[in-house]
């Protein structure tokens, strides 16, 4: 008679992220199970570890005056967005750039398909990126061809500090750009009668 003897599973290592990993070399995987210490903003790209400091209210009140524009809209047209997120609710795993981002909102128009790595299958149609002193470079420079990489079909740079918003259109392949002004209409095909009111947002910013 052969006994067999099994041997106890070892338990995978807690990886902790905090301020001092800034510019860390992480794979996707580890970075996407890791514990992070709290206030601080943590995104992975192209496999370093990138940490700034929470944004100042003023980026908070623009992507909340963006949300609740976007979720008047919704209720208004009752099953044009499947789900209104903004950064600490979803995520986007970009393994072609070993990337996780964060964006400040993501809508989805398109039902949550069934599998069990949600977060690398379910892809935004329109991601949107408030620009903050920190975030600039990333939001113009990189993150433009992750999105692209994951199939994004549009992605909005909203900029107060340049007074304009930033639309990049998926076209042939690659983006297509437009610049618009706060006095222009801000539409997307995506989303059929929707207008952001772009004053609104800047104004939200020096809202007291």
Same mark, same amino acid.
């Given at each position: ?49 990138e ?10 009140r ?15 047209h009752?099953?044009?967005?499947d /789900? $209104? =997120?903004?950064?600490?609710? +979803? %995520?986007? &795993? ?5 990337? #996780? ?6 809508? /989805? $128009? =398109?039902?949550?398909?069934? +599998? %069990?790595? &949600? ?5 935004? #149609?329109?991601?949107i990126e408030?620009?903050?002193?920190q =975030? ?7 993150k ?62 020096r809202?007291?």
């Amino acid at each position: 008679m052969t006994i067999a003897i099994t041997r106890p599973r070892k338990r995978r290592r807690k990886i902790v992220v905090g301020p001092g990993d800034d510019g860390r070399h992480m794979s996707l995987d580890d970075f996407d199970d890791a514990e992070v210490v709290p206030g601080y903003s943590y995104e992975l790209g192209n496999g370093l570890i990138e940490v700034s400091n929470v944004p100042a209210i003023e980026h908070g009140r623009q992507v909340e005056e963006i949300r609740d524009q976007l979720g008047a809209y919704g209720l208004d047209h009752a099953g044009a967005i499947d /789900y $209104l =997120s903004t950064s600490n609710n +979803a %995520k986007l &795993l970009i393994g072609s750039h070993e990337s #996780e981002r964060h964006p400040d909102l993501m809508v /989805y $128009l =398109s039902p949550a398909p069934e +599998a %069990k790595d &949600l977060w690398s299958t379910w892809v935004p #149609e329109l991601v949107i990126e408030v620009v903050s002193k920190q =975030s600039a470079k990333r939001d113009y420079e990189v993150k433009p061809a992750e999105y692209l990489a994951l199939g994004v079909s549009e992605y909005w740079i909203v900029d107060g500090f340049k007074s304009r918003l930033t639309i990049l259109t998926r076209w042939r392949g690659q983006w297509k750009k437009r610049m618009v002004k706060p006095t222009q209409k801000v539409a997307t095909p995506l989303l059929p009668g929707f207008t952001l009111d772009l004053k609104r947002v800047f104004a939200a910013a020096r809202r007291k």
